[in-house]
């Protein structure tokens, strides 16, 4: 009897101990918005089931998609790449959790050599000024010597899949500066082929298409001002100077997936989407010349570089500085941001506990877990704005 009794407790101590050692509530949190964050969120939400015990659910239909979400009341969070401009809900904060470059990709099989590009060609063949790679514009930016930085990195340590992996992650000043090891000089050799382009764009309502309207009307100063007149929306074909029925070489595609495929399938073709969008699907990524006159790559130093730039609102958005000379800086990046309710909003606590753990480790863990998908990790005064609004969550 003793015996048994013995082993009861034993079986007790041990489950007691098996609970003790999970989490104490696992649960789970549902999600709308932005395709330029789903190759992240993905990936790192596995992360945070495995470290947590919660569940993500994330349904990509774009950023608009998101804003329309949470103002209705339909998710736990939204994800957006922009601020609402209108129709903003009572219980709104920006969380600003991570950062991205907008690329852009091509599909140009026979350019073995990097592709150059400035603000203004790009601004010229996404308003289908330039239609043919072989323009003499495009190839006059790529036949000489261009500038580009180069990082200084570190190996770094962090834990994917409960292993030890390392990887190398930009070195950041005091600032959260990424550090500009030197400069090198490269001749640009791309033989553009005499080929049409077809530009694929966003067709659904886009943070990603509003932030790069934002790029492209400030590309064309002076002269070439009438290239982008309009004010950046959401929905790219209403930012454009023509309506796009009037070319036959523009494409819509239904968020940054669909983007990214139609320009796997059209030999010529170009788009923009976050950059792992395009290296997943083994394509070109150009190359961008900043206003410093560097051509910089779309990775995760180049964006750190150009958002430190940035102007950091009380209400924990980022105004982007697309026309400031940056040394090191991508010139098209953005911060992307969690949409979420305040405590004061009267929402489930345990769901708002789980909401901000999320948020907290996109901000802390999922860009060192992932470098290769090309976010950053939210640095200096915007690192520190998005822990006080993670902290008005719960």
Not at 41 to 69: L, M, P, W
Not at 163 to 182: A, F, M, T
Not at 189 to 199: C, D, E, H, Y
Not at 290 to 299: L, R
Request: aromatic content about 10%.
């Amino acid at each position: 009897m003793k015996l048994r009794k013995r082993v009861a407790i034993a079986s007790i101590a041990a489950a007691a101990l098996i609970l003790s050692s999970g989490p104490a509530f696992a649960g789970q949190i549902n999600g709308s918005g932005a395709t330029f964050a789903q190759p992240l969120i993905d990936v790192c939400k596995v992360e945070f089931t495995k470290d947590t015990g919660h569940t993500v659910n994330y349904g990509a239909g774009g950023s608009g998609k998101g804003r329309s979400d949470f103002t209705a009341n339909l998710v736990d969070f939204a994800a957006s790449d922009s601020a609402y401009t209108s129709g903003f809900p009572k219980h709104l904060e920006y969380a600003p959790v991570y950062a991205a470059a907008i690329a852009i990709g091509y599909n140009l099989p026979t350019v073995k050599t990097p592709v150059y590009l400035t603000p203004q060609v790009i601004a010229q063949i996404f308003s289908g000024e330039i239609q043919n790679w072989n323009d003499v514009r495009i190839r006059t930016v790529n036949d000489g010597e261009v500038r580009v930085p180069v990082f200084a990195t570190k190996r770094t340590t962090v834990k994917v899949g409960g292993k030890n992996v390392v990887k190398n992650l930009p070195v950041l000043d005091k600032n959260g500066k990424p550090k500009i090891s030197s400069y090198k000089t490269v001749e640009a050799n791309a033989k553009m082929p005499n080929l049409p382009i077809t530009v694929f764009y966003r067709s659904d309502s886009s943070g990603t298409s509003e932030q790069f309207g934002k790029f492209l009307k400030g590309a064309n100063d002076g002269e070439n001002k009438a290239l982008w007149p309009k004010t950046a929306s959401g929905t790219f074909a209403n930012s454009t100077p023509n309506p796009l029925s009037n070319y036959f070489n523009f494409q819509s595609a239904n968020g940054s997936a669909l983007v990214a495929a139609g320009v796997k399938g059209k030999v010529g073709g170009i788009g923009y989407a976050e950059s792992a969008w395009f290296t997943g699907n083994n394509l070109g990524v150009a190359l961008v010349q900043n206003w410093a006159g560097e051509f910089v790559e779309a990775n995760a130093a180049g964006t750190s570089a150009f958002l430190v730039g940035g102007t950091v609102n009380d209400n924990g958005s980022l105004d982007t500085p697309y026309q400031k000379a940056i040394k090191g800086g991508y010139p098209i990046a953005t911060a992307s941001y969690g949409l979420v309710y305040p405590a004061s909003a009267g929402k489930d606590p345990e769901k708002q506990k789980i909401v901000a753990q999320w948020h907290t480790y996109l901000l802390e863990e999922c860009p060192k877990k992932f470098p290769e998908k090309g976010y950053i990790s939210i640095t200096g005064k915007l690192y520190d704005k998005a822990k006080q609004q993670i902290a008005k969550i719960k």
